[in-house]
């Protein structure tokens, strides 16, 4: 592994862990014994989906809120994000003493706005387009000083991300193989880092879905490349990696082993496989490990497999469609 040409490093995440264990839940690690059964080794799910805000992205926000000069952090915070990384930096920025702003286009459902002023950060609304928000962030960081604080492509991201991956080793010291839900490669840069570092030879397989993968298609081109969004049941898997990536692409491309790609209908598979046999409730994107399992995509090679249930923050309504198994939301999805 070149280890040492990456823009993080090891010893990074592992100041990420001591930085932001007081802020973040250490996620339980659970056996699936259906997984396992059909996978004929060791299968366990890292239930980061309970983690505060519902997602890993805690982790990332708060390691780079908390590396942040303490003037700096004080002035506060700003992103553009109305997902989970939006929930996560409202919250940690709350949790610290400081307030995040996040910006966002009028045309974001009120109960997302809601949802974020509910953690406690100031929402602007401006503009009709994610573009038009990322604007006024680039205004803010400007005119206010404010630090931006972006998703994925961002060291201190990528560290706090990787956290995941020593708690994983430590919970499945013989893990053979590590799925990880895969957009803008965040959290896949920082558990492949994490894990490979400890062992090398540990395979990291990167999951998303067929409609709109621009990691994968970037990964194929050898450069970031920006392709069509499409609407899926993993929303959070969304958006592109940025032309300008300098971050996680040049990780993705020296530490997957694969990138797999799911339907709609395989990804569904996963969200009713994760509530009817594991009885959990997860988002879309956090149900790609198991959907890719249960597609008959992955081969353990014999040894014992992890996954990240990576989000829960899924509408209850839309959930309930999906493990009732009502197909036409498939075709609404996939028009
Ligand atoms: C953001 C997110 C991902 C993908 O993370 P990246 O770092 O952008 O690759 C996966 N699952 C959930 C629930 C997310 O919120």
Redesign the pocket.
């Known amino acids: 592994m070149s280890g040492s040409l990456l823009p993080v490093t090891f010893g990074g995440i592992e100041a990420a862990a001591r930085r932001i264990s007081a802020h973040v839940l250490r996620t339980p690690f659970a056996p699936s014994p259906s997984l396992s059964e059909r996978l004929d080794v060791p299968v366990g799910l890292k239930l980061e ?1 309970h983690q505060t805000t519902g ?3 805690l982790r990332g926000a708060c390691n780079a809120l908390l590396s942040l000069p303490p003037a700096e952090r004080k002035r506060g915070v700003v992103a553009a994000s109305t ?3 939006g929930r996560a930096l409202a919250y940690a920025a709350k949790a610290e003493g400081t307030v995040a702003t996040i910006c966002m286009s009028r045309l974001v459902p009120q109960n997302k706005v809601a949802e974020i002023r509910r953690l406690g950060a100031r929402v602007l609304i401006t503009g009709t387009s994610q573009d038009d928000a990322q604007r006024e962030v680039e205004k803010l960081v400007e005119q206010d000083g404010l630090a931006m604080v972006p ?2 492509d961002d060291p201190a991201i990528v560290a706090g ?1 990787g956290t995941l991956g020593l708690e994983i080793v430590d919970d499945m010291p013989d893990v053979g193989t590590v799925l990880v ?9 920082g558990v492949a880092l994490a894990v490979k570092s400890q062992h090398p030879d540990i395979r990291v397989i990167g999951i998303t879905m067929e409609r709109g993968a621009a ?1 994968k298609a970037s990964l194929d081109a050898g450069r970031p490349v920006e392709i069509a969004e499409m609407p899926s049941l993993a929303d ?2 969304g958006g592109g990696i940025g032309l300008a990536n300098h971050v ?1 692409f040049s990780m993705c491309q020296a530490l997957l082993d694969d990138v797999i790609l799911l339907s709609e209908a395989e990804i569904a598979a996963g969200m009713q496989h994760a509530y009817a046999l594991e009885r959990e409730i997860v ?1 879309g ?2 149900a790609v490990g198991i959907a890719a399992i249960l597609a008959g995509k992955i081969d353990p090679v014999g040894r014992p497999v992890a996954l990240i249930l ?2 829960r ?1 899924v509408d209850m309504d839309l959930h309930r469609r999906v493990v009732n198994g009502e197909t036409d939301l498939l075709r609404e999805n996939a028009a």
Request: proline share 7%.
């Open positions: 989906h997602s890993f992205k997902g989970n990384h998703p994925f991300q839900p895969l957009s803008g490669g965040g959290l896949a840069s990691m959070s898997l996680t988002e994107a956090g990576s989000g923050n």
